[in-house]
């Protein structure tokens, strides 16, 4: 973050200081709001949780170096006292990104939001120093903190935003204002909260409702291959720029295809020229992702051969998604067990099987374990078994169905579709699911390990990669 005197950080967000010695310290370190993390000079933000409360930590993080407290009471150590923490951190934030004139590149969607913000992240640092969420830190909290930790460097700060309702990427939007705004794509991950698509739509248009206009310099990034988010078009005052494989896209691909090893090779067309590109990420799905990060790039004012270079280059950021691991025995764990809903499903379940192709002249298998997926309201039962029915479709050689009513679904499905052999099967539990594997997989063989993160399925793909591994309680 930038240096900022305690006085000055207490002007921006209206808090009064208690037991401060020296208003002009500076807060030199980073923003924190876990006590464990504090460096010589940080600025230790207290929340109150249902479990923990910051408030009683504010003592370890000035002996820990912590210059001061940001809190909702004095807790007898340096405190800048306000009342409300979470509005005083997204308050500082503004005040900063406002400072420092970065240009703020923000983005949403349904699915692929992460491993975009990733390739995004890695194209403009080649250009030019850029900060970006980590992870999935997309909230009202994970946002504003990402934003602080930019400096007079930063030229780019790319911030995912996540939503699970009308009106959170809005206020979102005013923490740290985009002048790039980019919509992947409108699914029904979270379908169950937001009432249908209809919803999803409204909420994740924000976004580009927030820009600022064509004259100023503002730019929505829409996907030309999703018609409820082409159409957001019409929800905002920027320049529209369009990307996807359609032809009036300006950031286009054409002759996609897939390696023998299921990585996506393709060639990037963009108004300034077109390149050869060959991601090193798996599944077709990612060709969608990387138009993105390259319409976003050429609108931040990269030549194509460098955005291909980049793109071809760049690999995953985020720990679960699509991370590939070959076992000393040939076998190859897919740890996607981040999150799941029926759109990322669907592509991790195409990419094992393109994945498992090359290998099958040899005998080689492709698994899915699978979980539920959450927060799908009545949508569930249908979006289960239709997951069901594509791993069957796709061929792949075993379904391992994993959990209780979700998974039993998931099962039915491939069951309905033509599984009735040995080709699919219901366990009970994460163990259950390792214990078969460790019983059945051979050399060759391809694993993929995907389920909403409540879940916890990636306790499987540890367990799978540690020889004498078993599932952790959760």
């Known amino acids: 973050m930038i240096a900022l005197s305690l006085a000055e950080i207490a002007e921006i967000v209206g808090g009064q200081a208690h037991d401060i010695p020296d208003p002009g310290a500076r807060i030199t370190g980073p923003v924190v709001i876990d006590s464990r993390e504090v460096k010589p000079g940080s600025l230790f933000a207290a929340f109150a949780g249902e479990r923990v409360d910051g408030h009683d930590y504010a ?8 210059a001061a407290v940001l809190a909702t009471r004095p807790v007898g150590v340096p405190a800048i006292v306000v009342d409300d923490v979470q509005g005083a951190l997204g308050a500082l934030a503004r005040a900063v990104v406002e400072r420092l004139g970065t240009d703020v590149v923000a983005l949403t969607g349904s699915a692929g939001k992460t491993s975009t913000k990733d390739l995004i992240a890695q194209v403009l640092d080649r250009h030019a120093p850029t900060v970006w969420t980590p992870g999935s830190l997309n909230n009202e909290i994970g946002l504003p903190l990402t934003a602080l930790t930019a400096t007079e460097e930063t030229r780019h700060l790319v911030l995912e935003m996540g939503a699970r309702g009308i009106g959170h990427i809005r206020y979102l939007t005013g923490l740290t204002p985009p002048r790039i705004g980019l919509v992947l794509n409108v699914g029904t991950a979270h379908i169950g909260e937001f009432g249908g698509r209809e919803q999803i739509a409204r909420a994740k248009g924000e976004l580009v409702e927030s820009l600022p206009s064509a004259e100023e310099g503002g730019v929505a990034v829409l996907n030309a291959d999703d018609p409820l988010v082409r159409a957001m078009a019409s929800r905002t005052k920027a320049r529209v720029t369009l990307f996807g494989e359609a032809d009036e896209a300006a950031v286009r691909a054409e002759n996609v295809h897939l390696t023998e090893a299921g990585r996506p090779s393709f060639t990037l067309h963009t108004p300034t020229g077109c390149s050869d590109v060959t991601l090193r990420l798996y599944g077709e799905h990612h060709v969608s992702n990387a138009l993105a990060a390259a319409a976003v790039a050429h609108e931040l004012g990269m030549p194509v051969q460098e955005i291909a270079t980049a793109l071809s280059e760049a690999g995953s950021l985020s720990r679960w998604r699509m991370e ?12 996607d067990a981040y999150n799941a809903n029926p759109e990322s499903m669907r592509a991790a379940l195409r990419a094992l099987a393109a994945m498992g192709r090359a290998g099958q002249a040899r005998g080689a ?8 997926m959450a927060e799908l309201g009545d949508a569930s039962l249908a979006e289960h078994d239709a997951v069901g029915r ?6 792949v050689s075993k379904l ?12 039915l499905g491939a069951y309905n579709e033509g599984s009735w052999g040995e080709e699919s099967v219901h366990v009970s539990d994460a163990q259950a699911a390792v214990d078969l594997l460790r019983r059945e997989l051979r050399p060759g063989d391809v694993v993929l390990v995907k389920a909403s993160r409540s879940v916890g399925l990636e306790q499987v793909a540890l367990a799978l990669l540690d020889a004498e591994g078993e599932v952790s309680g959760r």
């Open 324 to 335: 590939v691991t070959e076992r000393p025995d040939g076998v190859t764990i897919v740890n």
């Open 59 to 66: 003592e370890r993080a000035v002996e820990a170096g912590a």
């Open 390 to 395: 594509l791993a069957v479709r796709l061929n």
């Open 365 to 372: 298998r492709t698994w899915a374990v699978l979980g539920k």
């Open 400 to 411: 391992v169905a994993v959990g209780d009513r979700e998974a039993s679904w998931l099962q």
